[in-house]
T-cell receptor, first 113, second 111 residues
Framework: EAQVTQNPRYLITVTGKKLTVTCSQN?????MSWYRQDPGLGLRQIYY???????DKGDVPEGYKVSRKEKRNFPLILESPSPNQTSLYFC????????????FGSGTRLTVV | QKEVEQNSGPLSVPEGAIASLNCTYS??????FFWYRQYSGKSPELIMS????GDKEDGRFTAQLNKASQYVSLLIRDSQPSDSATYLC???????????FGGGTRVLVKP
C-alpha cells in the first residue's frame, strides 16, 4: 500500500530533551515536506526537500532541523523542544513539489511540557 | 493579505443539499490547485485537483477554477453527514516547491 508513515503518533516530552519524529514513504517520491498545524493558524510548512541531500526552509523553520540522506526518509529533529512547539505535525510527500498535490502521513501529536 | 483565504465557517447544510465552498489566492503564478478533506484529528486527504480554468467533476464533487479572478471553488452535491469535515484549499507557489494551505472551511451536514 502506498503510504507515508510517521512515528510516533503521540509524544509527550519535556522542554529541552532532544527528539526525532521519523517519516518514511514507499512511493519513490522525490519531494518531502514537514508541516505543523495549529488552531487558527492552519497548516504551515517547516522544511521541505526536493531530493536527496537537498533541503530548504519553509515558513516556520526556527527550532527544527531535517536531513534527507535517503530518498524514502525525512526525519524531523527538535534539538531543544520548547512548549511553543506543541502542535500536530504532518509529513507529506509528492512526485514533484507542489504540482501534483501531497500524500500526508497520519500525523504526530507532540506535547512539550 | 493571506496567500490563500477561505471562510472558516461553519457552513451548515441540510442533508441532500449542495455545499458551496470558496477560496481565493494571491500568487498569480500558481498552476496547481487542490481541495483536501480533513476529519478532526486526522490527516488531510486529497479529494480534488484542478489545473486549468473551468469545471472538473468527480462523483459528487465539482471543482471550479478562475485564474483571472484568482479563485477556486468546490461544490459538494447531495451532501451526506459523512461529508462533515474541514475542507482545505491548497495552492502551489509559482516556483512549484510548496503548497500553501488556506485555513479551512468547516462543513456541517445535518440529517
Amino acid at each position: 500500500e502506498a503510504q507515508v508513515t510517521q512515528n510516533p503518533r503521540y509524544l509527550i516530552t519535556v522542554t529541552g530533551k532532544k527528539l526525532t519524529v521519523t517519516c518514511s514513504q514507499n512511493m519513490n517520491h522525490e519531494y518531502m515536506s514537514w508541516y505543523r498545524q495549529d488552531p487558527g493558524l492552519g497548516l504551515r510548512q517547516i522544511y521541505y526537500s526536493m531530493n536527496v541531500e537537498v533541503t530548504d526552509k519553509g515558513d516556520v523553520p526556527e527550532g527544527y532541523k531535517v536531513s534527507r540522506k535517503e530518498k524514502r526518509n525525512f526525519p524531523l529533529i527538535l534539538e531543544s523542544p520548547s512548549p511553543n512547539q506543541t502542535s500536530l505535525y504532518f509529513c507529506a510527500s509528492s512526485p514533484r513539489g507542489g504540482l501534483y498535490g501531497y500524500t500526508f502521513g497520519s500525523g504526530t501529536r507532540l506535547t512539550v511540557v | 493579505q493571506k496567500e490563500v483565504e477561505q471562510n472558516s465557517g461553519p457552513l451548515s447544510v441540510p442533508e441532500g443539499a449542495i455545499a458551496s465552498l470558496n477560496c481565493t489566492y494571491s500568487d498569480r503564478g500558481s498552476q496547481s490547485f487542490f481541495w483536501y478533506r480533513q476529519y478532526s484529528g486526522k490527516s488531510p486527504e486529497l479529494i480534488m485537483s484542478i489545473y486549468s480554468n473551468g469545471d472538473k467533476e468527480d462523483g459528487r464533487f465539482t471543482a471550479q477554477l478562475n485564474k483571472a479572478s484568482q479563485y477556486v471553488s468546490l461544490l459538494i452535491r447531495d451532501s451526506q453527514p459523512s461529508d462533515s469535515a474541514t475542507y482545505l484549499c491548497a495552492v502551489n507557489n509559482a516556483a512549484g516547491n510548496k503548497l500553501t494551505f488556506g485555513g479551512g472551511t468547516r462543513v456541517l451536514v445535518k440529517p
